[in-house]
């Protein structure tokens, strides 16, 4: 995912752009006529003469059958770079699709980070099998790189850098990059200057690079590099200092500290977009981030929080049981109970997202967690105060029950204060746990403010009502 | 925001690492003991000696009284990359607190982007003032920025950039940049080749100039830049542009087509994490993205959409109402319809929050919008069956009612595929309308699936168990 590839013609030449809707719907048109008479010349000049991220896109509007059609007709043929860009289930599928002589070619060439996601979808067989029939430099990075865990920096550097030894000048470097050529990763930042074992004593940007005499040593113009990468660190981690130190990339180095590769930017952005739809997903109870076409996933990805709620729904039944001889005998209360439930969740859910957002962006520690709790507490008095005389008021104009109104606006501005509480020290109480906030604390909130709302609403209706 | 600063002495030694959150912790007692002594050598030392990310860091860990005590103290001399990196509530507080001049000279140490974002949150007649002070070459690029509508290119962009024209050759190139030496933006990726009229005609990036031989012409080695971005496009989009095609920088141009600036995807990160922050507090109905400790300003945050939950709540109470004589004669039907309610909401929650972020990643184009929506239909009708007989099978356990199971199990079926195909279909149908999907349709889809849950159990019941 490099935005400069010599080897590539139509880059120099630059891609068709696709103006708007209507220019792209001609276009996906060619694509599919070009596939339903197999003319695999067209339909090969098309895709590759648009940028690749453009021609992925057209694959995944195609429909299922005609995706399937397109890739068994290409093969090997299918572009490496629209490959790559394809959407996580779609480039699933197609890797599904191919030989594996076919992925074992897209591998050989992609970078390998790209050829390294590649071999994550495909099952421990398969990707033996295709490793197998690699060139030895082409697998051993390959290799190791599925060595790491998933979803650390060692799974996410490329392994292709540039390095220089500290005694190096500017003049030597340029004329080293200038003898290696096209053998340079295509997209790089810093050059890292390394000791002889290896190890990263600096870097030095390529603009600083380019505007320092030729004469210059790498050692006396670079500066330090503030962050140390190691090939364990989570790519949540690894993300959060790309943003908050604003860097363009960063070298990733082993456990005994020497460089091993390399984290661009771009691929950070990735990173952050996954993290952030998990976090989206999750606090509605979806625990998969796939947006899949495929029913039966969706609904392996949905059923286990809507398990989750199935008993909790029915523990806050049981609290209403508790109360059926006030149900009975006042029928307003069974009218009027899900006011309270409703708005008490909503506080409650407000309070949830506002902190989920905010341990997420690492903004709770010490004193910040402190001053928000306290922030909840009066939101939740303030807020629940002016809902609290609102729905009392609606109330008394509904049923003309004094007594009525004053137990459900009570009862408002008890939960409120009780859901904005919960909304904050739930989610924290589950990071300090070490669990992701975003995960269970929605449940756990809202069957909160559910069992207070009709707790309280309830109780108060029984204490004062019914005497 | 760039990494390497020559003229700053700190970031060539190297900044002092903060390992844990003990050293954190430690290096804080000190900078609040060098306020608390008004120790301004040691405070300034102690503040510079950090990377100002942790540096600003530390300052949003002061106590708001030791944070205005710290501004005051050491107004002009407050370091501006520190200001800068500062969360918005704070520099907004802090901006307040410096005196004109002192903000006028933090706008002559930044870049342009920078600049721009310290004067947005000041207010008209005081940005006139602050304006007046500058030099005019300081002012200028400043107030053509403010000219351009908040969230656009022309706000974001810096106008500090690199281009050359189309006859230069490397080695040119890299001659004129060493002439040109500190003047040179501290960070960017690709120099821009420009015709006499400032139209880009291709760009160039830092690597290839790199590897190229100093006697090629830049417009032999150039490649297209695939994406046009004006000053007035919305910064949604201009995200879209970075992540779609990864980019590293791009060029900004005017009406004319003239480069007039240059976006870098560290500034595009910051975007990305600000629109996903709105997405995901506007899910929850949270109307400001601002994390204010401030209680009125989170009320005010908070109560628009509590207040259009006060209306559909008594809405669905209303529906309530229809079935006064059910209640009446059937208590366990109070007791069990949250549960209906609480289920179909979640599981419309679930299809909304998928769709809201397919809708944000731009995966909801015609034909992946018709095929999901089928999905939606279809995992509706699986899980509602499912839960349909789930929940059937404990309210017989607890009622040992057959009747009143079926009609339970039969409501929930029909409002997990009303909720569900809501889930989907709003969202649609707002951003069909150009309204902000996120924004409005939780409340929306919650009413919908409470006011079918009532209506389908308790009507289901009046019909069936009634008679």
């Not at 809707?21 to 001609?26: L, V």
């Not at 609290?319 to 059926?324: M, N």
């Not at 690492?362 to 928000?372: K, L, S, T, V």
Request: aromatic share 8%; with cysteine; proline share 4%.
């Amino acid at each position: 995912m490099t935005q400069s590839d010599p080897q590539n013609p139509a880059q120099t030449q630059g891609y068709v752009p696709l103006e708007d809707q209507g220019d792209a719907a001609r276009y996906f048109e060619r694509v599919c006529d070009a596939l339903e008479a197999e003319n695999r010349g067209q339909l090969l000049a098309d895709l590759q003469a648009l940028h690749p991220a453009d021609a992925a896109d057209m694959l995944e509007q195609l429909s299922s059958d005609q995706f399937t059609h397109l890739v068994g007709f290409l093969g090997k043929d299918l572009p490496s770079d629209i490959l790559i860009e394809l959407r996580d289930e779609y480039r699933e599928d197609a890797v599904e699709l191919l030989s594996d002589s076919a992925v074992g070619a897209a591998l050989e060439d992609l970078d390998s980070d790209d050829a390294t996601t590649i071999l994550e979808d495909v099952d421990e067989a398969r990707r033996e099998r295709i490793l197998d029939e690699l060139d030895p430099e082409d697998r051993a990075p390959l290799e190791q790189a599925l060595d790491f865990d998933e979803e650390t920096a060692g799974r996410l550097m490329q392994r292709e850098f540039v390095a220089a030894p500290e005694f190096w000048t500017v003049g030597h470097t340029i004329d080293h990059a200038r003898e290696t050529g096209n053998d340079l990763p295509d997209q790089f930042f810093e050059v890292y200057i390394v000791d002889p074992s290896f190890k990263v004593k600096g870097a030095v940007s390529l603009p600083l690079l380019l505007r320092s005499p030729r004469e210059a040593r790498l050692d006396d113009i670079m500066s330090e590099v503030n962050v140390e990468i190691k090939t364990g660190m989570d790519q949540e981690e690894v993300a959060y200092l790309f943003q908050k130190y604003s860097l363009a990339s960063a070298p990733v180095v082993d456990t005994a500290g020497r460089i091993t590769g390399m984290i661009t930017v771009d691929d950070m952005v990735d990173v952050i977009q996954e993290e952030n739809t998990e976090d989206f997903l999750a606090l509605s109870g979806v625990s998969s981030a796939d947006g899949s076409d495929n029913v039966w996933e969706t609904v392996r990805a949905r059923a286990p929080w809507l398990g989750v709620n199935l008993i909790t729904a029915f523990l806050v039944s049981g609290v209403i049981s508790l109360f059926e001889a006030a149900l009975d005998r006042i029928i307003a209360l069974a009218i009027l109970m899900p006011v309270v439930a409703a708005l008490a969740g909503n506080a409650g859910s407000q309070a949830l997202a506002v902190t989920v957002r905010a341990i997420a962006e690492r903004e709770m520690h010490g004193a910040a967690a402190r001053r928000a709790i306290w922030r909840e507490l009066y939101t939740g008095l303030v807020n629940g105060f002016i809902f609290g005389i609102g729905v009392g008021a609606i109330s008394w104009l509904w049923f003309r029950d004094v007594w009525l109104s004053g137990v459900i606006g009570a009862a408002i501005w008890l939960t409120f204060i009780c859901g904005c509480l919960a909304g904050i020290l739930i989610p924290l109480g589950l990071a300090r746990m070490r669990a992701d906030p975003a995960v269970a604390s929605s449940v756990f909130v809202l069957t909160v403010t559910d069992v207070l709302s009709f707790f309280s609403f309830l109780g108060l209706a029984t204490l004062i009502l019914l005497n």
